[in-house]
């Protein structure tokens, strides 16, 4: 792949965890600060939106990655102009704040035409417009800013690795919890589930960093058993000490998942330093 390949791909990631960050901080801090549970349930808006805090807000914010790719792609074509130009970031915003949010095509939240046609209170266009602004200022200011951060060689793959066990530890979890039917939002509130799932990442983390030094295959396989037992055989032992809402055998199945992706993730950088 040439390197204009290799820049915009990276450009895409760039964007893509500029948005997720945004719009997940954001929605952390004013679903908070004007009650979005409260909100959500106003006249007409219940009908609207769905429950704040029930399933398809956990899901959330695993889409916005999806998001995040597909805002990156469009982006690519403002890439080498507008995005060059200086002050670029008031530009990107007053593109996404003028075309995004207020101009959008049909009656949004928080949109002229949101407010205008739709049966909407007025309430909530107000309470939700600051998350929209705010989030696409600060995505805005990020893609544009030229900020680096640079992960230290020597843990990057262990980083990486743990990065990846994280991801795929809640995605599991909610996938369990689906799958039970239980309440997610009640499963997700244990403090010391969290605890678990610190002590299985640190686990990982050390553990990978002593792996990538060692070629021997019976290390692979210690490595791979030991990866397993810290991110499926802990949380599934405390599910059931704890008599949670998620006991059940399947966990071993979906938080083990991560132990796949790591595995993949493992071939693939080993080949390509192979090459």
Not at 4 to 26: E, L, M, R
Not at 81 to 88: A, D, P
Not at 193 to 208: G, Q, Y
Request: proline residues 4%.
């Amino acid at each position: 792949m040439n390197e204009t390949g290799n820049q915009k791909i990276k450009f895409v990631i760039k964007v893509t965890v500029a948005h997720f960050f945004s719009y997940f901080i954001c929605g952390l801090i004013f679903s908070k600060l004007f009650d979005y549970q409260t909100l959500f349930k106003l006249d007409n808006v219940q009908y609207f939106m769905k429950d704040a805090f029930g399933t398809s807000s956990l899901i959330g914010p695993f889409i916005q990655i999806l998001r995040g790719i597909i805002i990156g792609c469009i982006l690519l074509i403002l890439k080498d102009n507008i995005l060059k130009m200086k002050n670029s970031w008031l530009y990107l915003w007053i593109i996404f704040a003028g075309l995004g949010i207020l101009c959008t095509p049909g009656a949004s939240p928080a949109s002229i035409e949101g407010i205008i046609y739709s049966q909407l209170p007025l309430e909530f266009h107000l309470k939700t417009a600051p998350e929209l602004f705010i989030q696409t200022l600060l995505f805005s200011l990020w893609v544009t800013g030229d900020f680096k951060f640079k992960i230290p060689e020597k843990i990057k793959i262990p980083v990486i690795v743990t990065a990846i066990s994280g991801v795929g530890f809640s995605i599991g979890g909610i996938i369990l919890a689906l799958v039970l039917k239980a309440d997610v939002m009640a499963s997700a509130s244990d403090p010391f589930a969290f605890v678990i799932m610190f002590l299985s990442l640190v686990i990982v983390f050390f553990m990978t960093k002593f792996y990538i030094n060692h070629t021997e295959k019976y290390i692979s396989v210690i490595y791979y058993i030991l990866c397993y037992v810290s991110l499926a055989g802990l949380p599934t032992a405390y599910n059931y000490l704890t008599n949670s809402l998620l006991k059940s055998p399947l966990s071993l199945i979906f938080s083990g998942l991560p132990v796949i992706a790591i595995g993949i993730y493992l071939f693939f950088t080993k080949k390509y330093k192979e090459i």
